[in-house]
């Protein structure tokens, strides 16, 4: 059902090679000048020495090289790492290393500050950069030119030997602790994932996708394949303000755009210019990586009226799980949604028997974007993917599904609610205390554009409850605050804190960075 990442491209080159494919600031390529650079650079590796199956990091910002490497590395045969162009040397050097990675595609300017990375990755013997012409570096790696690799007269390569079933990414996720860890994804995993967001999100070759997420992270990989899939046009944006994206979505046509709630928050301000001049054309906006607050749902929904809002929920071990259509969002506010098509979502409780309607328990996936776990790490993957609990014993353990680690729970019609991650609960004077439902408090005191809560450690209470918030005014009063809490929730669930920060720490995907919070030092 599901075949190559880079026979995406082929098929729509083959249906419509004229069309617009990639667009990035000024420069735009059809899906004819698309695969042949793709197909240039695939022999490029090939004649590198990058063979069936090496590791290939892609670290470069924004821009047609990044979406350009990925099909090329999987034309090679090879498996691509995406990293994000955020990333410092030394967290580099641990992608590259845990991997074993033998090329690495990156820009002029970053390949100089990598030296201490080629010295501790013996593997590490290519080097492609992205520039008018090859900087010159240390000779015990080989650099090469990505222009010239991409260039027009290039030898064709033999069709390669991959399968479906062969692993083509390698998406390093930071985890709640430790260093991050790499997710195997599978060409027909990827593809799946690609087949399925298009169905139910409808997009085909009449839509202009604007991509502002990282390809390092699985939504905005996604937003990529799928466009490609389907022949319709990526918009690659570098931004900085609300109002740079706004000014894309006008002068590009957009028509659909994927964010995490600092995203929409962001478009949500009255500075980002919104409410003066909506998006003609925008269709769809998907929200991912969180919980889209929901005055911040409230505003979008507002400034954007002709636009389907879908709230989706996703973790990179599985890809994307559930979604809720936009018909759905004021029947079913906090929720959600079902099971994305082609898949589907069990509750279960520790003993790993179904939940019923309003019982907590475990989100576990069961479908084709299940990944092959952890790279090297046998253990964390025989942890997260497990047998599906389920089965029939005649099955015996033939299905592998994946173990979320969110708890979550249903409603009379199957609809899920998010309740928190099993490692982020919050036990405190014997209550188990979701943040999540904290935070949703904080934010509907109308004062905060976000908020985020932690447990800190307590001799007597197990642990305190300690919030961080973003004002929206620059301001706010932390008494009135937590009067505001005590009036609405149990004692037990209002914090005992409160440390108001001009904004907070995020990961790379643009996920609030918990951990980060946690080791912040009272004040």
């Known amino acids: 059902m599901y075949g190559l990442i880079h026979e995406m491209l082929v098929a729509s080159t083959a249906r419509t090679p004229d069309a617009e494919a990639l667009v990035h600031g000024n420069r735009r390529l059809t899906f004819a000048q698309t695969q042949m650079q793709v197909a240039s650079l695939a022999a490029g590796l090939r004649a590198a020495g990058v063979a069936r199956g090496d590791r290939v990091g892609i670290y470069l910002p924004a821009c047609l090289e990044q979406a350009i490497s990925i099909f090329g590395v999987c034309e090679a045969d090879a498996v691509y790492v995406p990293v994000n162009s955020g990333l410092y040397p030394d967290q580099v050097t641990h992608i590259a290393a845990d991997c074993q990675m033998k090329a690495l595609i990156t820009s002029a300017d970053q390949v100089e500050k990598l030296a201490d990375t080629f010295a501790a990755v013996p593997s590490l013997d290519v080097t492609i950069v992205v520039a008018d012409a090859a900087t010159q570096g240390p000779v015990s790696v080989d650099r090469l030119d990505f222009h010239e690799l991409c260039s027009d007269d290039a030898a064709p390569i033999a069709a390669g030997a991959c399968i479906p079933r062969d692993l083509a990414a390698l998406i390093y996720t930071s985890g709640s602790t430790g260093k991050p860890k790499g997710v195997m994804l599978s060409h027909e995993q990827v593809v799946a994932g690609a087949s399925i967001v298009s169905e139910y999100l409808e997009i085909t070759a009449a839509d202009r996708i604007l991509a502002v997420l990282p390809f390092s992270f699985d939504a905005g990989m996604n937003q990529l394949t799928t466009s490609i899939q389907q022949g319709s046009a990526l918009v690659i944006a570098n931004w900085v303000f609300g109002r740079d994206i706004v000014k894309l979505l006008e002068r590009e046509r957009i028509t659909g755009l994927a964010g995490v709630p600092t995203l929409w928050g962001l478009l949500a301000r009255r500075d980002s210019g919104l409410a003066k001049t909506p998006p003609p054309n925008l269709r769809y906006i998907t929200n991912t990586g969180g919980a889209m607050p929901e005055s911040v749902l409230a505003r979008l929904r507002e400034l954007l009226p002709a636009t389907s809002v879908y709230l989706m929920y996703g973790l990179t071990e599985a890809f994307r799980s559930t979604y809720l259509p936009p018909e759905e969002l004021d029947r079913r506010p906090g929720s959600m949604g079902k099971a994305i098509p082609k898949t589907e979502i069990l509750v279960v409780n520790d003993d790993g028997e ?39 014993a005649e099955l015996g353990q033939s299905e592998t599904v994946c173990y979320s680690g969110d708890l979550v729970r249903t409603d009379e019609d199957g609809f899920l609610y998010f309740i928190a991650r099993r490692d982020a609960m919050i036990k405190s004077s014997g209550y188990r205390i979701s943040p999540t439902e904290v935070e949703a408090m904080l934010l509907e005191s109308g004062q905060l554009d976000l908020a985020a809560v932690v447990g800190v450690p307590d001799e007597l209470l197990g642990a305190r409850i300690r919030a961080f918030v973003v004002p929206s005014n620059g301001t706010v009063d932390r008494k009135e605050l937590i009067s505001f809490c005590a009036e609405r929730m149990p004692r037990y669930m209002v914090p005992h804190s409160v440390e108001i920060v001009d904004d907070l720490p995020r990961t790379t995907s643009g996920k609030i960075d918990y951990p980060a919070l946690r080791s912040v030092p009272a004040t």
Do not use: F, I, K
């Open 354 to 392: 179904l939940c019923g309607p309003g019982e907590t328990g475990e989100l576990v996936h069961r479908g084709p974007t299940v990944s092959m776990g952890y790279w090297g790490r046998p253990d964390l993957t025989n942890e997260v993917l497990r047998p599906h609990p389920l089965a029939p």
